[in-house]
């Protein structure tokens, strides 16, 4: 799975992608940003959650 930030809508910085899934999503200057965008492994379906929940739907995940 790759996970990247939209270049779409803005993120509101509402820092619950950061609080749920850390090892993916880091909270830099109030705002999610994608730790990296390779491959992640393990909880695959909390990182798809998160972004489906996403305020801004401002992540996008690639299985």
Known sequence: MTVSPDPGPPCHASGACADRV????????????????????????LVQETAERCASQSMTVIA
């Open 22 to 45: 850390p090892p993916v999503v880091a909270c830099q200057d109030g705002y999610g940003l994608v730790r990296s965008a390779r491959e992640h492994s393990g909880g695959d379906a």
